[in-house]
Structures are given as C-alpha cells and as structure tokens.
C-alpha cells in the first residue's frame, strides 16, 4: 500500500503563491505517474496537473501558465507551485500516484488551500 503524504497548503491572499508538497511511500516512485487533484466546497475532485515518468507535464486550463508540477525522484517528492493565486483555487488538494503495471492509483489525505480577497 502507497502512502502519500502532503504539506504546503494554508491561507493566501489572492495573487500570491503557495508550494504544496507530496512524499510517496514508493519504492517504484520514479517510474509512477504523479499528480495533483482539488476539489473545492460542494464541488468534485477534478485533474490540476499530472507528471509522467517520462516528465510529460499536463495541466488542467484553469491553471496553465500559474501551477507547475515538479518531481524529484530521488526523494519521491512531488510538488506543486501555485502562482497568482485566485479565490476559485481555494480548494483541499490530494496528491495522486499511479502505477500503470497495476492499474492501481492512490491518494493522499489532502492539505487545504485557502484564497482570500
């Protein structure tokens, strides 16, 4: 079982920045795709940004140009920075892990972020 751990998230005015942070439990980390999901108050978990193991970057419209996902496999960290934040990004973001051998995909508890006026 793949434990995902995340950190970085908070209160934020808007147009500021917060980096989020996800450590995987996964010894197969850097051949995994990672990724970052929200779902804000009374809606659903939506797609922010994914990573393949071969660095393929995909991002969700709302946020293109203003997030970007890293990841570091030597620590099985996966980030992500949010710029310019606004007000619609408040919203509990849960970092993902998928194992495509398995079909197998796991998540995080999630950390909230907050924007305010």
């Known amino acids: 079982q793949v434990q995902l751990v995340e950190s970085g998230g908070g209160l934020v005015q808007a147009g500021g920045s917060l980096r989020l942070s996800c450590v995987a439990s996964?010894?197969?980390?850097?051949?995994?795709?990672v990724g970052w999901y929200r779902q804000a108050p009374g809606g659903q978990r939506e797609l922010v940004a994914t990573q393949t193991a071969g660095d393929i970057r995909s991002y969700a419209p709302a946020v293109k140009g203003r997030f970007t996902i890293s990841r570091d496999n030597e620590k099985n960290t996966v980030g992500l920075q949010m710029n310019d934040l606004r007000i619609e990004d408040t919203a509990v973001y849960y970092c993902?892990?998928?194992?495509?051998?398995?079909?197998?995909?796991?998540w995080g508890q999630g950390t909230r972020v907050t924007v305010s006026a």
């Open positions: 996964e010894s197969k980390f850097d051949i995994s795709t």
């Open positions: 993902y892990l998928y194992q495509r051998w398995s079909d197998d995909s796991f």
